[in-house]
């Protein structure tokens, strides 16, 4: 369909207050906006595919050398977080266009309450640094959790039997780094079939490598600004770090990795007051006495504006300096159009994947990004 004729339809599905109910996430972007699914593990795109999206083109790329703590977007939009979104206008086909922040393939938000229905969910665990045995733990916990019969399911009271979800994987292969079609999964068309990236422990300057690395960034920032989820652990903050996506680190992330105690070493966690019945962490115990490779960032997250500290942990015997002072370890945060972000440090060793306690740490706070966690809107 040419982009005149899409235009005309998303006027006319505007004026008429139509909209298509299925969901599907605005991401605009400059230059290519080609679809690839490229390396997928449940492949292909699930039935009631997003509306059609009508995308301007978007402001220019961010420079790599910008320095840290950037408030804006790529060309001067104002950042994600209580500002303007770069990106497009959702033109639903029949029967409605989404609410606000609604995103990827098979959810709808009733007026005031939660989304309700499945969603998909896309994982990447490129590494192009230090690279987990774990990987594959995690996204086999991924799986698990998304399936209605999972076990963890019934602890969460009043959980939508529908609150499901699948998992495709972006092709994590770094020997294709040159090919032009190398993280293709990462297009404006693509992500708006998924309401979640997950970050399973990758690595490095995966963006800012990728071919046309600069536009793949602006992208996700688009998608995420309109109400796109991300969750992740452990190396999720091991991962563009030293101020190369300075947006990322203000706005979904909280900063990077800068060094960490040895796997293995005990730690206890301990829910913020301010926190303590948030429904992330409803039903965990606290303190959790624990063990992991306890990881410490390049700045205060309690004091990055936006993110809310949900637990800290305690490492007595810890190896970094300071380290023996309580450093966060569980946080969140929220943007003006819905999207959200859950992350914790933990997860280096692939037995963490098998905690009882972790695994509804991880259902939970996946469930809360996508806002399917009952009490949680």
């Known amino acids: 369909m040419s982009s005149i004729c899409a235009g005309t339809l998303a006027l006319v599905a505007l004026a008429a207050a139509c909209s298509d109910g299925s969901g599907g996430l605005t991401a605009g972007a400059s230059g290519s906006s080609s679809t690839g699914n490229t390396g997928s593990t449940s492949g292909g795109t699930s039935p009631g ?44 086909g029949t029967g409605g266009s989404p609410p606000d922040g609604a995103a990827g393939t098979g959810g709808s938000t009733p007026a005031g ?39 963890e399911r019934a602890m969460v009271n009043g959980l939508g039997a529908d609150a499901t979800w699948t998992v495709d994987q972006i092709n994590p292969d770094n020997n294709l780094m040159t090919d032009p079609n190398y993280f293709s999964e990462v297009s404006a068309d693509n992500l708006a079939k998924y309401e979640m990236m997950y970050s399973d422990n ?39 770090n030293n101020s190369r996506w300075p947006w990322w680190d203000d706005n979904v992330a909280g900063g990077w990795f ?12 301990a829910w913020q007051p301010q926190y303590a019945d948030h429904p992330i962490l409803k039903g965990l ?28 942990v305690t490492v007595s015997n810890s190896s970094q300096p300071n380290g023996s ?16 972000a859950f992350y914790t440090i933990r ?17 939970r706070g996946i469930l809360w990004a996508v806002h399917r966690l009952p009490g949680g809107n």
């Not at 115990?285 to 800290?312: C, H, Q």
Request: net charge negative; hydrophobic share 35%; glycine share 14%.
């Open 49 to 92: 595919a997003a509306g059609t999206s009508i995308l301007p083109t978007a402001g220019t790329a961010p420079d790599s050398g910008e320095t840290a703590g950037s408030s804006t977007d790529m060309g001067g939009t104002p950042a994600m977080t209580g500002g303007t979104s770069s990106g497009g206008v959702s033109a639903g």
């Open 113 to 151: 309450g939660l989304r309700q229905g499945p969603f998909k969910m896309l994982v990447l665990s490129t590494t192009l640094e230090f690279h987990h045995d774990s990987i594959p733990a995690c996204l086999q916990m991924l799986k698990d959790l998304g399936m209605a019969a999972a076990p």
């Open 202 to 240: 990758p690595t490095g300057p995966v963006f800012t490598n990728a071919p046309d690395g600069a536009n793949k960034k602006l992208v996700f920032q688009t998608w995420f600004g309109n109400g796109g989820a991300w969750a992740g652990q452990h190396s999720g903050t091991d991962f563009e």
């Open 258 to 269: 800068t060094g960490h105690d040895g796997d293995g070493t005990p730690g206890t966690l």
């Open 285 to 312: 115990t606290s303190p959790w006495n624990t063990s992991d490779e306890w990881y410490v960032m390049n700045r205060d997250i309690e004091a990055v504006p936006g993110f809310k500290i949900l637990a800290k």
């Open 325 to 340: 002072q309580p450093r966060p370890a569980i946080w969140i945060t929220e943007n003006a159009k819905g999207g959200r």
């Open 347 to 363: 997860g280096h060793n692939q037995k963490v994947y098998a905690e009882p306690e972790f695994r509804q740490l991880m259902l």
